[in-house]
């Protein structure tokens, strides 16, 4: 039996999400030999040393703002951080900088992570609310053991453009009774090349992270959990933007609960309380060209509690789960004249910002047969929102109600089906959000993409989006096809329009926008894979993606990506490995000048690196070296904030040690 147990502590907060797995009766088993972890590791087939952000760019549902090298805004279906759900391990987390200089995804690092779960559209409501998905980091949590074990990791290596330099630790210990995971990190980089070989200024970084988690088995079905994730950034620059970060902190800690059960419906019970707090103050005093001196700090705290629970009983799954969490949001901003002691002026862009939300969501699924499964889910969320300061807001909307509460339900559907060596799938989705802290208070945040300074509306409605979604496939031993689409129909997109009152406030500034909502706005997603294997140690794959975003009036939306393509080849023998690959984008032509857009010009990069591993006394060992941007093209994409440059050539190099 407590193999069992031990089987179910590894797996089944891996598998929750896995509504397809056939259900196995329990069964006493004499042995049982795990030879595989199920978790994804954080690296692509290019590169073994990977950011969270590289990682997350080669997903086909992602793509990127970029204001720098550093803390890229992530777009999932095309649509911006608003419209999407980030968590770390179920957790909700927000940033603190009302330029987004700061997604949840800049507070973790590739060496405290286990995998990022992708879910797209309303599948992705399992966390809150959403339009465009969730996006959930999920930390490593080493299983307990039979026998106490030590595990770790280290990596090391150098990118010769920007002279980056990282050191990446981990390490894990395994008992009966009590589990302990480590990281610590450390990445430093300069201001990079572009393809003509000039200096993009101020686009050098530097980042430190660490984090802690501590398990013990309270019962043969019980345990308890206590993590924590620490993460500083320091002198990050932002060549797109007028200011740069001077210093980037966050706490994130959770405690948590889980409690397994043997035999009746219920399977897994998973509760966690948690807190974090992110602070975030830019800089612009290393910019001589800024005429006036502006402070921009910014300050989040949130506390919240998830509470997961799976079901099973014969062809059927569930998951259920009850989201609640208080987040306060701050943002000032001081203006100083030469004589830096004094102000000139004081504004809350956030005037302190009370966020609470309380939902609960299901997914259930059934079997119909070996070949066919139906989804269903949906979920109910209680959005409030308080203002302390609303008199900012009462300035472009006299009488707006300090306080805000919002009902947000969600529903979601779909059908999958198997025949042979073929794949289909069709669904649906129908769900409701909430305008965020800066579309619905926001006060004077300077956009330098469209250079207009953007207010929000605390009575704007609730966008409300309609999605359908199919796909279809086919593999065989040598050959794989994969189609994806989905297309999403949104009433009340939110977006700024000039507004004909007010004056800027930046003297960069050209003007005013506030947030309203259009009517509605349509995005289409496709998206196609294939990969075959030419030879028994020669693979090929290909991925080609299309998005096309239109408001009522059939005006193009701003960030929809341009037809795309990446086509790699893999040689791998014994312990050596090559690849190589080219991406690249066709002309954006759908561009929308009214949001700051123009003309971007088609680019293609070579990208190919090589892998040997080998053994010393029990240490596995890999080294890498390769070069991405072989060619040095210069270019920049359709989501370059300002069409700040790409890197040119850069070569890397990377030793990973295993133990």
């Known amino acids: 039996m407590k193999y069992i147990i031990m089987l179910l502590f590894l797996g089944l907060s891996v598998t929750a999400q896995n509504q397809h797995a056939h259900h196995d009766s329990i069964k006493n088993l004499g042995e049982v030999t795990v030879k595989n972890r199920t978790k ?21 549902n992602i793509s990127f703002i970029k204001r720098g090298a550093y803390a890229w805004e992530p777009l999932l279906n095309n649509m911006s951080t608003e419209r999407s759900t980030v968590t770390i391990d179920g957790m909700h987390v927000f940033g603190a900088c009302t330029d ?6 800049s507070y973790v690092e590739s060496n405290n992570l286990a995998a990022i779960d992708i879910k797209s559209g309303q599948e992705g409501s399992l966390h809150g609310s959403t339009i465009a998905g969730s996006i959930d980091l999920k930390r490593k949590s080493t299983p307990f053991g039979l026998q106490k ?15 980056q330099f990282f050191n990446l630790g981990n390490i894990s210990y395994s008992g009966t009774k009590f589990v302990a995971d480590g990281s610590i990190s450390y990445r430093t980089a300069d201001n990079y090349y572009d393809g003509n070989n000039n200096e993009v200024k101020h686009s050098q970084y530097n980042k430190f992270n660490t984090s802690l988690g501590l398990a013990y088995k309270t019962s043969d079905l019980s345990s308890l959990r206590l993590d924590a994730i620490f993460d500083v950034a320091k002198d990050v620059g932002y060549p797109a933007l007028p200011m740069d970060l001077w210093l980037s902190r966050a706490l994130i800690t959770s405690a948590s609960y889980k409690q397994l059960f043997e035999e009746g419906l219920v399977r897994v019970v998973d509760t966690k309380i948690y807190f974090n707090a992110i602070e975030h103050y830019m800089d612009d005093t290393t910019r001589p060209e800024n005429l006036v001196h502006m402070d921009m700090p910014g300050w989040s705290t949130t506390y919240g509690l998830v509470s997961k629970a799976n079901l099973k009983k014969n062809n059927y799954s569930s998951e259920i789960q009850l989201n609640a969490y208080d987040n306060l949001s701050i943002a000032e901003m001081r203006m100083y004249p030469q004589d830096r002691s004094k102000r000139t002026m004081f504004a809350y862009s956030w005037p302190w910002v009370t966020t609470r939300f309380a939902g609960l969501s299901m997914n259930n699924s059934w079997e119909l047969s070996e070949k066919s499964t139906v989804n269903l889910g949906g979920s109910l969320g209680v959005n409030y929102n308080y203002s302390k300061y609303i008199e900012f807001n009462w300035i472009f909307h006299p009488g707006a109600p300090q306080e805000k509460t919002r009902f947000l339900p969600s529903l979601n559907a779909s059908y999958q089906l198997n025949v042979d060596q073929f794949n289909f799938s069709v669904g649906t989705g129908y769900g409701h959000r909430a305008p965020s802290v800066s579309e619905g208070y926001g006060y004077y945040i300077y956009n330098s993409f469209d250079r207009y300074d953007y207010i929000g509306d605390p009575n704007l409605k609730n966008e409300i989006s309609y999605e359908g979604n199919a796909s279809a496939g086919f593999k065989n031993e040598r050959l794989s096809i994969q189609g994806k689409i989905n297309y999403f129909y949104i009433d009340n997109y ?4 000039i507004l004909s009152l007010g004056s800027p406030m930046n003297y960069q500034s050209v003007g005013v926008k506030g947030y309203t909502s259009l009517d509605y706005a349509t995005l289409l997603n496709i998206s196609a894979n294939v990969s075959y294997d030419i030879l028994e140690h020669l693979h090929w794959k290909g991925t080609l993606t299309y998005a096309r975003g239109m408001d009522n009036k059939g005006g193009n939306l701003p960030f929809i990506r341009p037809l795309s393509y990446v086509t790699s080849l893999h040689y791998m023998y014994k312990n050596f490995g090559i690849q190589t690959s080219v991406n690249g984008d066709f002309e954006q032509i759908n561009y929308s000048p009214e949001y700051g857009e123009d003309l971007t010009a088609a680019y293609a990069i070579w990208n190919i690196s090589a892998n040997y591993s080998f053994t010393i006394n029990k240490v596995r060992s890999t080294i890498q070296i390769g070069a991405e941007n072989v060619l040095n093209e210069y270019y920049s994409t359709y989501a370059d904030w300002g069409n700040i440059p790409r890197m040119g050539r850069n070569i890397f190099t990377s030793l990973k040690l295993n133990f």
């Open 149 to 163: 074990k030590w595990n770790g990791a280290y990596q090391t290596g150098f990118e010769f453009n920007n002279k």
């Open 40 to 60: 994804k590791k954080i690296e692509t087939e290019m590169k073994m040393a990977v950011s969270v952000d590289e990682f997350l760019s080669s997903s086909e």
């Open 100 to 105: 987004k200089m700061d997604p949840i995804t």
């Open 494 to 497: 939110i977006i700024g329009k």
